[in-house]
């Protein structure tokens, strides 16, 4: 949504990231006449997860229809969740016809960040410098592999690989595979590779609750509706939004009807495995939604194949020959595909930055990482984080989330162009009661129901948002200037920086 704005100057916006969200943000400076932005890619293409992640069997746990951005929704989805290599065609469909590509520069990781005289100094990690008066991450939440730490990682002698890092070179066809791992990437890659493997292992610490998935096809007629009545389409969108949002954001709060929906489908899905005792190994000793939900039709028939085993006894160690576990039982291999899932949230993918009075993003996250209204952080002005910590990632669409957030963004530099300011950063106290609420309100959810995950921090709180979609964007509604600390804008550009007034303290 565009934001109408009485122009006296225009920010120069950089942009850490060219994957959806960063895409998004770019998008909405150009739709409000801003086109003074940079967006600074790390890798040589734009996509983030789904150019990154090419396993065998990715695909997204969000329907199509609903993962798509509200303002150009794409009625050619070949199925209900679509696989990874459509979805990254979309992002750089949608990357061709907003002409975002001569505001993205690839290869161009920053390497530090500093708030220095009212602007944000960039340096990246080839050398490079640049001034922004508007930084915006849109670095994602999961794209930094995590490898285990397993002895004797570096002996194997066959090909070794995280999913997010798939060697398609490697010879799969008759392979003895395994397959370290049972989170959503684990999940997925098994029916594949039980296909064509003589041998599969998948080695698992954690079982997971794992949702049914039927993802029928889009015929060619459905897709010409579409195309014709865009009214339709946008119903549609709208339809499995609400739905998807009603029965994951409710069954996060409360033991109501949405969590024992949620439970009689896990349950049925287990219980299609026909051997008591795989079961019994396949079932998770915590509550269904503790962790982000997995979603599967395909993995229960093919962890009871023939040539499909779950090995459950804890590994001690790879060897040259393949893993060994603790029982002495030497597992030999030729492939290890390391299924372990990326190191979670925001602080994990900022550069090093510097705010107020120097403070680093290491000092202000000391505690544990927060935010303010899950998009800026005291201290650091005319910062934002997309899909920073506190917003909804449990099971949610995150292109929903980021087309709130950039709105909320866009009243800020609304204002900034106005001339209302030159730096504002969120107030502390106001942050830390926001954030309080928020805490209270997560200890009760599912999250804290007796489980190990990404959706909590250091001390054990989560850190996602525990209500409802639409409480969400009411939250993100309005700017509210008075929670602000901020420096109003000086007569003259010229100023000197001495003269200007602090911002944050």
């Known amino acids: 949504m565009a934001v109408a704005t009485s122009i006296t100057r225009s920010p120069k916006v950089c942009i850490m990231g060219a994957g959806m969200s960063g895409l998004l943000m770019g998008i909405r400076l150009k739709e409000a006449g801003i086109d003074s932005f940079t967006i600074l890619e790390k ?26 951005y509200s303002f150009d929704l794409n009625p050619q989805w070949s199925r209900t969740f679509s696989g990874g290599a459509e979805i990254l065609e979309y992002f750089k469909g949608v990357a061709e016809k907003y002409n975002l590509s001569p505001h993205i520069k690839f290869n161009k990781k920053v390497k530090n960040a500093k708030f220095l005289n009212e602007q944000w100094h960039l340096e990246t990690e080839d050398g490079e410098t640049d001034v922004a008066d508007i930084l915006v991450s849109a670095c994602g939440i ?37 397959v370290i791992g049972t989170g959503s990437s684990g999940i997925q890659t098994i029916a594949p590779l039980s296909n064509v493997a003589s041998q599969l292992y998948q080695f698992q610490r954690t079982a997971q609750w794992i949702m049914p998935l039927p993802n029928p096809g889009y015929s060619r007629i459905h897709q010409q509706i579409l195309q014709r009545l865009p009214l339709l389409n946008r ?37 299609s495995v026909k051997d008591p005792a795989l079961r019994e190994k396949l079932r998770p000793n915590y509550q269904a939604l503790c962790k982000r939900l997995v979603m599967s039709n395909e993995y229960y028939p093919a962890i009871q194949k023939e040539n499909v ?33 990326f190191y979670p949230g925001v602080d994990k993918q900022l550069p090093h930055m510097e705010g107020v009075n120097g403070m680093t993003i290491e000092e202000a996250w000391s505690n544990g990482v927060d935010s303010y209204r899950s998009l800026a952080l005291p201290r650091f002005p005319n910062f934002f ?50 954030n309080d609420q928020l805490k209270a309100a997560a200890r009760t959810t599912v999250w804290t129901s007796g489980c190990q995950s990404w959706y909590l921090d250091r001390n054990g709180d ?15 509604k309005e700017l509210r200037l008075e929670e602000f600390d901020f420096a109003p804008a000086t007569s003259t550009e010229t100023e000197e920086p001495s003269k200007r007034s602090a911002v944050g303290l």
Request: glycine fraction near 10%.
């Open 385 to 434: 984080m997309l899909l920073g910590p506190y917003c909804p990632i449990g099971n949610f669409s995150v292109i929903s989330v980021a087309e709130t957030q950039t709105d909320y963004i866009m009243k800020f530099i609304a204002e900034y162009m106005k001339g209302s300011f030159k730096a504002m950063s969120p107030k502390v106290e106001i942050t830390n009661q926001l």
């Open 43 to 68: 890798a040589a293409s734009l996509g983030g997860t789904w150019r990154e992640n090419t396993y065998p069997g990715l695909s997204c746990d969000v329907p199509s229809h609903y993962y798509s």
């Open 142 to 178: 999961l794209h930094t592999p995590k490898i285990p730490d397993i002895a004797g990682i570096d002996s194997f002698n066959g090909a070794l690989f995280h999913t997010s890092q798939w060697d398609h070179n490697v010879e799969l066809k008759g392979q003895r595979i395994g």
């Open 309 to 341: 085993a779950l090995v459950t006894d804890p590994i001690d160690c790879i060897t040259a020959e393949g893993v060994r576990l603790k029982t002495g039982e030497l597992i030999e291999l030729d492939v290890i595909v390391l299924a372990t899932g």
């Open 235 to 271: 119903l549609y969108h709208h339809g499995f939004r609400i739905g998807f949002e009603l029965l994951s954001g409710g069954a996060i709060k409360k033991d109501g009807w949405q969590r024992k929906l949620v439970n009689r489908a896990c349950l049925y899905n287990l219980n």
């Open 462 to 476: 989560p850190i996602s948002w525990p209500w409802s979609g639409r409480q969400f964007r009411q939250h993100l």
